[in-house]
Structure formats: structure tokens, C-alpha cells
């Protein structure tokens, strides 16, 4: 497999204050990789660094070429963002979300059928406004309207935030399967290490946004201040 995405000696900064300190890793093409670390870490400006939402230096590489710009150029080049909090419009309709997230190009019945097969509740709750749903729902229209895009590369901030057990199970079925039936690559930010490492190929672990410890996902989960600190055993 060719690396998808390499970041290499990235730095972020919210006005004077440096978040990330020359984070390098990479993202394998058709993979899964997941992001961890406690809160202030460097997680989350990790994502917002890709995506072009906060000031940034260093090298920074999609398919082979250097990204540059906004959001609006991420979304382009074929990657989409699943901010943390889940970022719904919650005015609008279920099937209105959707429709924005192919705003970047013409979407397709085909678009929608694609989606309905991995979410297929959302044929029923079409008109339903956005603001009325589950939290676990809105995650899911989340995770729909980001994949109505076609992205190459999902970036997902803390999917699991504020979610139930059995919530958190189902969406992260949903993700493992859009990987693997669809060789969608994901990104994924998460504090709960036992389902982002049982997930994940590949780990990156954070210390004060910097990278601390990066290997295949089996390897971080035995070192000891993993357990330690994340699995608590």
C-alpha cells in the first residue's frame, strides 16, 4: 500500500499558542489509523491542520501532491471532515443534510442508494428535521452526508462522544464497513482506546501535540503506558 496522506514535521497554532510541535505521520491508502491522547493533546488541531481550519507549517501530502487551502480545497482534493459535536444542520432536513454534502459536485440516485445501504433508516426519516433526532442519529447523518461526498479519506473527530455503549458499537460497524467495502482510508480522533485500537490498523499516540508513540495498532495496545493510561490494566 502508498501512503494516502504524510504529514511530516507539521506545527498548528491558535494565534500565539503553538497546539501541534512537528507532528509527523501517515495514512495508508485503503486503511484505518486512529489518533489518541488525552484532552489538549493536539487530536482534534491534528484534523483541523488537514483540513486547512487552522493556521499551519510544515509539509503536508494527499495522493502524492502537497496540500494547500481551506476547506472548500480538503473537500476538492477528496477528503471529508466529521467535526467533533457532529455539525449537522439542525434546521434543515434529514435529506437536505445529505444533499450539502455533495454540495462540492452533482450527487446521483446512485449516491443516495449507497447511502441508504449503509444507513437505511434514513429513507424513513427523510423529512425529518435534523435537530429532532438521537444523538447516535445525528452522528450517523454525520458519517452519511460526509460519505455522500466520495471521499478518499474520512476524517472523524470523537465519533463516540456522548454515545451509548450499543451506539458506539453500531457506528463504529458502520466505519469498519464503509472501509471495507468501499476502501474508504479513515482517520479517526478518539478517546476510547479499546474500541479505536481494536478498530485501527495503525496508532499514533499524542503528548502535548506531539507525536509520543506510533506503531501497528497491536503493538501500541501491549506497551505498558498505554495500558497504563488508556486501557487501565
Known amino acids: 500500500m502508498a501512503a494516502l496522506l504524510e504529514l511530516a514535521d507539521v506545527d498548528a497554532r491558535y494565534g500565539p499558542i503553538q497546539a501541534l510541535h512537528g507532528v509527523t505521520l501517515s495514512v495508508e491508502e485503503g486503511e484505518i489509523a486512529a489518533v489518541l491522547g488525552a484532552n489538549g493533546a493536539g487530536k482534534t488541531t491534528t484534523l483541523r491542520a488537514i483540513s486547512g481550519t487552522v493556521r499551519r507549517d510544515g509539509t503536508l501530502r494527499f495522493a502524492g501532491r502537497a496540500l494547500h487551502g481551506g476547506p472548500d480545497a480538503t473537500a476538492r482534493h477528496g477528503i471529508a471532515h466529521v ?3 457532529r455539525g449537522t444542520f439542525a434546521e434543515l432536513s434529514v435529506w437536505e443534510n445529505l444533499r450539502l454534502g455533495a454540495y462540492s ?28 433526532l438521537s444523538g447516535g442519529e445525528q452522528q450517523m447523518l454525520a458519517l452519511a452526508r460526509a460519505f455522500m461526498q ?8 470523537e465519533p463516540s462522544l456522548g454515545l451509548a455503549p450499543l451506539l458506539v458499537t453500531e457506528i463504529f460497524r458502520i466505519i469498519r464497513e ?25 496508532a499514533y499516540v ?6 509520543a508513540l506510533a506503531g501497528p495498532s497491536a503493538e501500541v495496545q501491549q506497551h505498558e503506558s498505554i495500558r497504563r493510561s488508556y486501557l487501565g490494566y
Open 83 to 85: 467535526p467533533e459535536g
Open 105 to 132: 459536485r452533482r450527487a446521483s440516485k446512485e449516491d443516495f442508494a449507497r447511502v441508504q445501504r449503509y444507513f437505511p433508516w434514513i429513507e424513513s426519516r427523510r423529512s425529518q428535521q435534523a435537530g429532532t
Open 150 to 157: 466520495r471521499p478518499r479519506l474520512l476524517l472523524l473527530d
Open 178 to 202: 464503509l472501509n471495507e467495502q468501499e476502501g474508504l482510508t479513515v482517520l479517526v480522533v478518539e478517546q476510547n482506546a479499546h474500541i479505536a485500537l481494536q478498530l485501527a490498523q495503525t
Open 206 to 211: 499524542l503528548e502535548v501535540g506531539r507525536v
